[in-house]
């Protein structure tokens, strides 16, 4: 069709033509990490959010779970972003929380995770215009 690899396979996923992506996948050998990023993209993209779901189930992702993350927030669907948050590391939780404009989420997770750093990121983040979160999470920090 004159298209290059990836955008063909992204192509057929956005045309919920899975199967015909999969054949082209292993025709080509493109890897699985290359695959996943691209089929991530392509159903966020397209919202195809249960399909999006059921590819996160189908078994342990090459690429982690922040890229399903990210795909859902670009796409702006801040409630598929949380079915995959809880499934990263608590630095990209953090800061997931805040890009999801949720700083109290950010700052219970950074307290659990007993981090003054990122603590520090989500005082940063709200700059000075929550004052009660700010004095909550200052008093996070003594705790530590």
């Not at 959010?49 to 342990?60: D, G, I, Q, T, V």
């Amino acid at each position: 069709i004159g298209l290059d690899l990836n955008e063909t396979i992204s192509i057929l996923v956005q045309r919920a033509l899975l199967a015909d992506a999969d054949s082209v996948r292993k025709e080509f050998k493109i890897s699985d990490k290359k695959f996943w990023w691209l089929k991530v993209r392509a159903l966020a993209q397209t919202r195809n959010w249960p399909e999006l779901e059921k590819f996160a189930r189908s078994k342990k992702s090459p690429i982690g779970y922040s890229p399903f993350v990210m795909a859902c927030i670009e796409n702006n669907n801040k409630a598929e972003a949380m079915r995959y948050i809880e499934r990263v590391s608590k630095e990209e939780q953090v800061e997931f929380y805040i890009d999801l404009n949720m700083p109290e989420k950010a700052a219970e997770i950074a307290k659990s995770a007993k981090s003054i750093d990122l603590l520090d990121n989500v005082l940063n983040a709200i700059g000075s215009q929550n004052t009660v979160l700010t004095e909550t999470i200052n008093s996070f920090k003594s705790g530590l």
